[in-house]
């Protein structure tokens, strides 16, 4: 477990500014979910970041809420981003589908 606590504190930061691949994401989200030591830090790397900007600006900082919001939130983007590939890799069978059939007709067209 200690190597997986090693990657989370690495990419905490990224995870942070939104800047983790999907696998990356899924990774720390469910690391996040299973460790509570890198719970805990990912709470404290909230606090001395978004908390203290938060703070600063007058707004209400409720750490265990604000912990919630972000690995829902996080959670959300990257279900959309997998559908969003999931539509992609579609398009991408579709577009080489409709090619070949064009490709079919061609040649059909050519043969006659």
Do not use: Y
Request: hydrophobic share 45%; glycine share 4%.
């Amino acid at each position: 477990m200690r190597k997986e606590c090693d990657w989370f504190a690495v990419h905490t930061k990224s995870f942070l500014s939104d800047s983790l691949s999907n696998e990356e994401l899924e990774r720390f989200l469910k690391h996040a979910s299973d460790c509570e030591d890198c719970k805990k830090e990912l709470s404290i790397a909230l606090m001395i970041g978004p908390g203290m900007e938060k703070l600063e600006k007058g707004e209400v900082f409720h750490l265990k809420n604000e912990l919630a919001a972000v690995q829902e939130e996080a959670g959300l983007r990257l279900k959309k981003r997998k559908k969003l590939f999931q539509t992609a890799t579609w398009m991408q069978i579709l577009s080489i589908l409709a090619i070949a059939g064009a490709v079919v007709c061609v040649l059909i067209a050519w043969r006659t």
